[in-house]
């Protein structure tokens, strides 16, 4: 129990010393003299950002704020939008539910994590918000959560409170679990196990909730006397049907990605994004007739078959055509770096500089339904704003603030101070005696943090059950 309780006041210890720094979150913040990168209106010059109540009140030049303001000095210093993330399993304890080929009934919400320190590294990479999805073990899987990474803060504030619902979808190796080559014994394998089988059962579970819809439909208009008894797993599928829920579905080949715009298209709904997308390119002016939007990886490829036939050029090529293109991570790691991913796009096909940043920012925010409110600079939307040092796409930048809603959660300055606090108090704490060595009764070490990012990268690839 000692131990337990000393690991406890540890991990207490550390998140208290990242906690955000800002004690007037719903007062004034005044950023000056700053190069503004909008990823809406161009790049401003030498302007400055007012922020009250969490929301940019004011864009220009020579403002002022009230006494009481926080303000911040950006004179030869660059300022984008919060940096999205539409594709993420950060914070999640669980992603994948691989039991059943449909679990529509489970949803991501109920494993959020605030405690997990990938969060706080997210914010010293400029990220803010991010769509957290359920694994790609089902034809259609849990649902989704669209969070704000409030550090330091209960799990419910990290939801945005007027996000679209939103759903996982997946197609290829994952789901038919090619891996797989033996069961347990007793076992048998899960259907689907072919690109065919998955068709169906999306297909099936679509008609299904289609009757289900339907006699809803006639219990209100009083056709029927008795409501049908709730059906938890047609329920979100009916949500897609009306137009209340966002498909985010998995893929890689065009020719599954272009089968499910088309099943889309049968049941009268539209596929929200088309999630990696490696083959995307190929078929990007149906993807635009369809008006589905494309997440991607920029340059990661070749780590499975079915991830091979990639390019450099894909996210040009969509944006060519005229398709919302975001870049994602669906990595911790890979996360903190999103800004060079977007800076990419302007090597590999020339994408205009703007263009490059609504990628990471703007775009995402469009494709999770919440850019009324975030993912550009822009008078009215919420106060989530990163200070860079640098250009952004300059590889030796670093965020030096991350807000969120006019908030402080991440403080490079603050952080190198932290680290020499931490270092003392992990020190004292190895000094206890339930901190010896596992043979004297001391706690086990932990996993070294390059096999933790081993196993992580592993399970993204889908090779023990993530996500890739």
């Known amino acids: 129990m000692r131990r337990v309780l000393t690991l406890f006041t540890f991990l207490l210890l550390t998140v208290a010393a990242f906690v955000p720094v800002s004690a007037q979150a719903r007062g004034e913040v005044l950023i000056k003299n700053a190069t503004v990168l909008t990823a809406a209106r161009g790049t401003l010059e030498g302007t400055d950002i007012l922020i009250r109540g969490g929301k940019i009140v004011r864009i220009g030049k020579g403002l002022t704020a009230g006494s009481g303001a926080v303000t911040f000095d950006a004179t030869g210093k660059f300022v984008t939008p919060g940096i999205i993330d539409a594709h993420s399993h950060t914070m999640l304890s669980a992603i994948n ?21 990938t969060i706080y590294r997210a914010l010293a990479g ?34 945005i409170p007027d996000a679209p619902l939103g759903i996982k979808f997946a197609l290829g190796e994952n789901v038919k679990r090619s891996s797989q080559t033996q069961t347990q014994p007793g076992q048998t394998f899960r259907y689907p196990r072919t690109r065919m089988g998955t068709m169906e059962v999306i297909r099936d579970a679509f008609r299904r909730a289609r009757d289900y819809k339907q006699e809803w439909d006639d ?11 709730v059906d938890e797993e047609l329920q979100p599928l009916v949500e897609i049907l009306e137009g209340k829920r966002i498909v985010h579905c998995h ?34 002016p149906e993807i635009a007739k369809h008006g589905a939007g494309v997440s991607i990886f920029t340059d990661s490829w070749s780590y499975k078959l079915e991830a091979y036939d990639n390019t450099p050029y894909n996210a040009y090529i969509l944006w060519k055509n005229g398709v919302t293109v975001s870049i994602n991570s669906d990595s911790d790691e890979r996360m903190r770096r999103l800004n060079l991913d977007a800076a990419k796009t302007m090597k590999f096909g020339g994408v205009p500089e703007e263009d490059a940043l609504k990628m990471i920012t703007l775009n995402p925010a469009k494709q999770l339904g919440i850019d009324k409110r975030t993912g550009s600079i822009e ?3 919420d106060g989530d704003i990163v200070i860079w040092n640098m250009h952004p796409f300059s590889p030796y930048s670093h965020p030096e603030i991350t807000m969120i809603e006019g ?28 901190n010896k ?4 009764g001391g706690t086990p070490p932990a996993r070294p943090a390059e096999r933790r990012i081993k196993e992580r990268d592993e399970a993204d690839r889908g090779e023990i059950g993530g996500d890739n």
Not at 277 to 283: Q, S, T
Not at 410 to 421: E, Y
């Open 97 to 117: 539910e691989g039991s059943l080929a449909v679990t529509s009934m489970t949803d991501v919400k109920e494993m959020l994590d605030p405690t997990d320190i």
């Open 126 to 159: 400029g990220v803010t918000s991010a769509l957290l999805l359920h694994g790609s073990a089902n034809p259609i899987g849990g649902q989704s959560a669209t969070v704000k990474f409030k550090w330091g803060r209960p799990a419910a504030d990290y939801l």
């Open 219 to 229: 219990f209100r208009a009083k056709k029927t006397k008795v409501p049908p008894r």
């Open 251 to 284: 893929g890689y080949r065009s020719d599954e990605h272009l089968n499910i715009l088309r099943m889309a298209e049968e049941f009268g709904f539209r596929v929200g994004t088309l999630q990696h997308g490696l083959e995307a390119y190929k078929i990007a």
């Open 379 to 381: 008078q009215g939307k």
């Open 407 to 434: 908030e402080v959660f991440f403080d490079r300055s603050r952080d190198k101070l932290n680290r020499a606090v931490l270092a003392k108090e992990r020190e004292e704490l190895e000094k206890l005696d339930v």
């Open 437 to 440: 060595a596992p043979g004297s």
